[in-house]
């Protein structure tokens, strides 16, 4: 029987700074006295999708803190975030911190150059 591993404990990791967790996560995580998982490397995206579908307004505000922090916010993470903004499954001010983030990378992406490798003149 194999051992499914909870993100749930390592959400205290969201109240550190987003920069010094993901600078020295070992230490991070032995400031919390946890340990990882055995040949399993931690997400620290996976930590941030718990948080954020916690329920738990505090974690979630953390969560959105660590993205406004510079936690990378790809296409996909975005578009799952503005979906459930739109159900409103957070507060509003947290469905209004991830629209603003979520908005800002949608529109840097529509406006990053395409490198067209055929290019028409």
């Known amino acids: 029987m194999t051992r499914h591993f909870s993100y749930v404990w390592l959400l205290p990791l969201l109240e550190r700074p987003y920069e010094s967790v993901a600078a020295d996560l070992p230490g991070a995580l032995a400031g919390l006295w946890i340990e990882p998982p055995p040949g399993e490397p931690l997400c ?24 406004e922090a510079g936690f990378p916010l790809d296409r996909e993470l975005c578009e799952s975030l503005l979906h459930q903004v739109s159900q409103k499954m957070f507060s509003q001010p947290i469905r209004h911190r991830l629209t603003t983030l979520g908005k800002r990378l949608l529109r840097q992406d529509d406006q990053a150059p395409t490198h067209d490798s055929n290019p028409r003149h």
């Not at 941030?48 to 959105?64: I, K, N, R």
């Open 44 to 67: 620290l995206r996976q930590l941030l999708l718990t948080a954020l579908g916690s329920g738990s307004e505090y974690w979630e505000h953390c969560a959105v803190a660590w993205l």
